[in-house]
Structures are given as structure tokens and as C-alpha cells.
């Protein structure tokens, strides 16, 4: 039988590949590398899609944050609160305007920030808030909103992993200051290559990100501060361009994918396995479906899981096994193990099943039928 990967991305293509091939073939005639009407369009485009009056396109996910971060101002002496349990860009662009970030515990049940812990980690040096998406679901952005606002504090969401997700009926990236997005090929929406953006209410805001990623320069040549090249091309744009229309029914397969598994897994649910949970309020995109093994005192269990399911054919990734208070790029913060102790229980125990819009139903049922079959096996052993 054919393997099942984690994700595919070239069964997407042929779906769009009239419309794509066309909109490509145009930005190649037309000499309009860098920036240009394709770029604008987007921008327009996407802006609406995701409830925000201004789109500022960049170079990626990455970029996004720290343009975001430079808009306002944030800087060396500053506190960044922001979680541990996501991918490196989103500390490490706070690292990279230099300022710090303090990291605060998660829920476990959601992967995301808790809500309370932010609250409690507040300090007069801190700046602003970096929740994350993660895995595409939303965090309680009311919430959260009402806790910056009490306090003074820029929000600058996360959304890498949820283009499309909403938290009651707006989308996320319309709750905070600033929303920023990667269009990196995996995401809900992805490019066919780098890419990113920023949504925001603030006309000011958009202009002051406009001028950081074309080199500081509002007037050509005339620089007035120390900016970034940071453009998306041309190429990208009308491919992204085209994809946008689908991201709702792609969305929408994804939500079915978790909506079969957790059928199809839900009997097997106990102290040593668990299933992502939707939370009220929200709407996830299902960027991943995580499910957790084991008790999380070690790796163990879920790395046996993950080699019997790669033994007969089904794709599984781990995300993230390493927190990012105990990576070796932020020792110089002084966390240890034991810090934050639920994500570094979750760190041994997630596991994302195969997850892309075009998983058939045949091999959705493969997936629940060797996972249900391996843990089964992992238990008898244990
Ligand atoms: C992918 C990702 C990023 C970075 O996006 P790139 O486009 O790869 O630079 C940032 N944050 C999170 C949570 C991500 O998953």
C-alpha cells in the first residue's frame, strides 16, 4: 500500500493548475518582478479575506513578526510575553529587535498561551504579547484583548499556523495591533516558496511597515531609519492570488479530517492518549491535528507510536520537541527544565497525524486503523 505522508503538497496543483500556470506565464511576460500591480492586488485581496483595512506583504512568516515588532518600536530593554510550546520565528524575532522574551506557561488542553499565566507575567518593562495560533487554533482573543488593553500593551498575533481561523466571528489577525502570517508552503495558505504578510487596523502602523521592509525609505533613496529587504514577489503574489478563493473550502476539509478522526479515535481516548479538543468560541483550521502519548514524563511512548506508524506507511511529525525556553539559542534567558513544566510535558508527547485538504476518505480510515491497531500494541508492551 502507498505510504500516507504527514502533509502532500503536490496534489493540490493539478487542482489549480490552469489558473496558476496562467497568472505566472503573465508576471513572467510582463517584466513586473518586485512589487507592481500583482503585489497591490494581493495585498487588497487578502486584506479583505482576513477583516483588516491594510495588508503590508513581506518575504515571510518570519519578517512578518519582525517588522512588526520594529513598527512599534520595540526594542533592548523591553519585555515580550509570548509562549514556549511554538515554532523558533516567533521568540526569535523578539530576540532579534533585542528585546526579551519571557515565556509563560500554555493549557495544555489547547496548546495555546494561558490566559492567566500572561496576566501574572506582566511587568512595567512589558511591551507587548505575542500569542500564537498554534496548530490553527484560535486563542481566546477577547480575553486576551482585555488584558492588553488593561494594561497598556501592543498584541502582535501569531497567525502562521491559522489564515482563515476566527475567534468568535472575526478572524484572528484582526483582534490585535497587528496580525502576521506566513505563506510557507505547508500553512493553510501557502505560496510556492517564501512569503508572509501583515494585517492591521492602523494606517500609520501600515505605512511605518511599508518603509522598514523597503530599506527605511519612504522617499526613494532617502533613508530614515535602518529597515530590511523584505518583499513578496511578484510570482508568489498572483499564486497566492489564486489560491485565496479556495482557502475556505480548504479550510473546511481540513475541519472534516479532525471531525473523522476524533470519531474514529475518541473510544481510544485515556491517561496515556488524548485528542485535540475545538474550544468554544473559536473556529480552528486545523494547520495540524496533534494528538498526545504517553504521560509525558519521557518521549518514549510517542516515539514507539511514531516508528510503528512510519513501520506500515502513515507520516507523523513532532511539533515541537523541544520548548523554546530550553533551546540552546536563548540559554543566555536562564530557564531550566522544570520551568514550565506543561510545556515540556507536551513537548514528549504531541504528534501530528497526516493533515492536508486532499487526505482522502480512504486513507483517513487507514490512519484511524493503524494508530488504533499501534497503540493497542503499545499498551500490551506497557
Ligand atoms: C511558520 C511559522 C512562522 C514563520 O513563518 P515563515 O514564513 O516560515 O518565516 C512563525 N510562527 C509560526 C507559529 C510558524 O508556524
Known amino acids: 500500500m502507498k505510504p500516507i505522508p504527514a502533509f502532500n503538497l503536490t496534489d493540490q496543483y493539478p487542482t489549480i493548475a490552469a489558473a496558476a500556470n496562467a497568472a505566472v506565464l ?43 515588532l520594529r513598527a512599534l518600536k520595540i526594542g533592548p530593554g523591553d519585555e515580550v510575553i509570548t509562549t514556549p510550546f511554538s515554532f523558533i520565528a516567533t521568540a526569535e524575532t523578539i530576540a532579534a529587535v533585542g528585546a526579551t522574551p519571557v515565556f509563560v506557561e500554555v493549557d495544555p488542553a489547547t496548546y495555546n498561551l494561558d490566559l492567566t499565566a500572561v496576566e501574572k507575567a506582566i511587568t512595567p518593562q512589558t511591551r507587548a504579547i505575542v500569542p500564537v495560533h498554534l496548530f490553527g487554533q484560535p486563542v481566546d482573543m477577547e480575553r486576551l484583548m482585555a488584558i ?35 505563506f510557507y508552503p505547508t500553512k493553510n495558505l501557502g505560496a510556492c516558496g517564501d512569503g508572509g504578510a501583515i494585517t492591521t487596523a492602523d ?69 496515556d492518549f488524548a485528542l485535540p479538543r475545538a474550544i468554544a468560541g473559536g473556529t480552528s483550521v486545523w494547520n ?36 523554546l525556553h530550553l533551546q540552546e539559542a536563548f540559554r543566555g534567558l536562564d530557564y531550566r527544565p522544570g520551568h514550565l513544566p506543561i510545556a515540556e510535558r507536551l513537548a514528549h508527547q504531541v504528534l501530528s497525524l497526516p493533515m492536508f485538504p486532499e487526505l482522502t476518505e480512504g486513507d483517513r480510515d487507514r490512519v484511524i486503523a493503524t494508530v488504533t491497531d499501534c497503540l493497542s500494541a503499545l499498551r500490551q508492551t506497557a
Request: charged content about 20%; proline content about 5%.
Open 148 to 182: 492588553a488593553q488593561a494594561q497598556h500593551l501592543w498584541v502582535i498575533e501569531d497567525c502562521a499556523q491559522a489564515t482563515g481561523a476566527q475567534w468568535g466571528d472575526r478572524p484572528v489577525g484582526s483582534w490585535g495591533h497587528l496580525g502576521c502570517f506566513s
Open 203 to 271: 494606517e500609520t502602523l501600515a505605512a511605518d511597515l511599508r518603509m522598514l521592509r523597503e530599506h527605511g525609505m519612504r522617499q526613494r533613496y532617502y533613508h530614515e531609519t535602518v529597515g530590511i529587504n523584505s518583499r513578496l514577489d511578484a510570482v508568489q503574489a498572483v499564486l497566492l492570488a489564486v489560491k485565496l478563493p479556495h482557502l475556505p473550502e480548504w479550510n473546511q476539509r481540513r475541519t472534516a479530517i479532525a471531525d473523522h478522526y476524533h470519531q474514529g479515535l475518541a473510544h481510544l481516548e485515556g491517561d
Open 288 to 323: 495540524q491535528y496533534t494528538i498526545r502519548v504517553g504521560d509525558g514524563t519521557g518521549p518514549a511512548p510517542r516515539d514507539r507510536l511514531r516508528e510503528t506508524l512510519q513501520e506500515r506507511g502513515i507520516g507523523t511529525a513532532v511539533y515541537y520537541p523541544l520548548p
Open 26 to 68: 503573465e508576471v513572467l511576460a510582463s517584466g513586473a518582478y518586485i512589487g507592481g500591480p500583482a503585489v497591490a492586488q494581493f495585498e487588497a485581496q487578502f486584506a479583505i479575506a482576513m477583516g483588516s483595512p491594510h495588508c503590508v506583504a513581506c518575504n515571510s512568516g518570519t519578517d512578518a513578526l519582525y517588522l512588526a
